[in-house]
């Protein structure tokens, strides 16, 4: 699927990736993120813990973007999004981006085919993408500063738990 969207970047498609993950350390997978941001594929990355991908470094990374949300619940969930040439595919997955679990494990990723469903992940990624309150941010520095977005705070465990309880969105969410 990376290579897929490499593909597209290289073709002058849009391409895109989004990836939400508790790690994210294994070797080939950081290696192939990297060529998919020189390849000009946009890569967002939303990682809990250990993440050894260095975003936005120039030459290396810059097409990727990563965020780290640490707050009260304790998530685990694995998302993979692709662009695929403006038909979204989504994934779920008990697989972390870690060698053990790719390489000596059974683990399983499944393709998610509801439009309802995917709109439902969807909203929820990017819930977490605007988290002003307790999202980090993983840049170049490794500094893990606090993010920093304008507009209204979020907290995405938060707004997520008011989404699937009472299907509530942040105003700047909301569909017409």
Known sequence: MINDEIEAARAGEKAAITIKCNNLV???IV???YEASQAGVGIRLIVRGMCSLVAGEKGLSENIEAISIVDR???HPRVYIFHSRGKP????????LMARNLDSRVEVT???YDPKLQQKIQTIIDLQ???NVKARELDSQQTNKMRVLKGPKVRSQEAIHRYLSTGELPANLQQN
Do not use: T, V
């Open 26 to 28: 294994d070797e080939r």
């Open 31 to 33: 290696a192939k993120l």
């Open 73 to 75: 619940f304790l998530e």
């Open 89 to 96: 595919q989504y994934f779920i997955s008990s697989a972390d």
């Open 110 to 112: 499944c393709p998610i």
């Open 129 to 131: 993408w605007m988290d």
